[in-house]
């Protein structure tokens, strides 16, 4: 497979996972904004930024609909939804002999669709149509492919941001102290509360909620599940292995961050939660580089020297 189509792929699952998660970690904590009047919203918003890897202003005061300018409907921001969504399109026209078209047709009518401007009243929703439209695209793709190199590449993408978001949710956990969102507000803006009830049979608590979101090998969001899931793909793609350890960069940093993630209590991990996300974070972002350089090489340009005499 050419790298071009390969990094296409890749990338078309990061930004459609990454608009997922954006809607969902805005949705819950625009709500908790609105709901809890002793809440310093300026504060708030300049946390939630700073976690979504934005750096606002600090000469202004930030609100709710800084925020949505920002995170949600702003073309140019990188860390936005609809940069994300408009990302998405545009690597899927990269890709074009290889995406399927109703792939391409889900991605392309969702970028068209995508709005300039969410009234006040509207962000629910509009939230709720994010997220509907990347379960559209996740399920296309998911039951019109051949589990091939293709879909490894579009599975991995997903995998490590999956990972990423689960613990960008979490570290917003710390956010706003005792004013923050509780353990079922967080189940539930990642799909997980009705499977965590069948799991613990019970309210949430600090430790059951996390230790689920963290290291349940059975749930799709679980930061352990997804990091293992890359691991999968990564071998799939390369199935050779030296005869001493792993060759390979991004499987050794995932791998590593999973054996921490297995054989650490829960405990141990919830007592510093914000930096502990803040380090899988950190790791993602340095397998995702390691990927880049293994698979998706950028040669320098051609350069004209003229003729050597």
């Not at 790298?3 to 809607?23: C, K, N, P, Q």
């Not at 890709?95 to 889900?106: D, G, K, M, P």
Request: aromatic fraction near 8%.
């Amino acid at each position: 497979m050419l790298s071009r189509i390969a990094e296409s792929l890749f990338w078309i699952g990061r930004y459609v996972e990454r608009s997922d998660g954006t809607a969902r970690i805005l949705d819950v904590h625009l709500q908790l904004l609105l709901e809890d009047p002793w809440i310093d919203e300026d504060t708030a918003c300049r946390s939630l930024m700073s976690v979504m890897g934005s750096e606002p202003n600090d000469d202004v005061e930030l609100n709710r609909a800084d925020v949505m300018d920002l995170l949600a409907v702003n073309r140019d921001h990188v860390a936005s939804i609809a940069y994300s969504i408009a990302s998405a399109r545009e690597n899927a026209r990269r890709a074009r002999e290889i995406v399927s078209t109703e792939l391409w047709e889900c991605l392309n009518t969702t970028n068209a669709r995508m709005p300039r401007t969410v009234a006040s009243d509207k962000t629910h929703e509009f939230f709720r149509w994010v997220r509907d439209r990347a379960a559209l695209a996740i399920g296309v793709a998911n039951t019109g492919a051949s589990r091939d190199e293709a879909w490894q590449f579009f599975s991995l993408g997903r995998a490590i941001e999956q990972a990423d978001m689960t613990a960008r949710l979490l570290a917003t956990r710390s956010l706003t102290e005792a004013s923050g969102p509780s353990w079922t507000t967080l189940l539930r803006s990642c799909g997980a509360y009705e499977a965590y009830l069948r799991s613990y049979r019970g309210m949430p608590s600090s430790e059951s909620a996390a230790e689920f979101l963290i290291l349940d090998r059975l749930f799709p969001r679980s930061i352990l599940y997804s990091v293992s899931r890359a691991e999968e793909a990564l071998r799939e793609i390369d199935p050779r292995s030296g005869r001493v350890g792993v060759e390979d960069q991004a499987r050794r940093l995932l791998g590593q961050i999973r054996g921490e993630l297995e054989y650490r209590p829960i405990t141990d991990i919830t007592v510093d939660l914000s930096g502990k996300m803040e380090h899988i974070q950190e790791v993602t972002s340095a397998a995702s580089e390691a990927i880049r350089k293994r698979y998706f090489p950028t040669s320098g340009m051609p350069v004209w020297t003229g003729e050597i005499t």
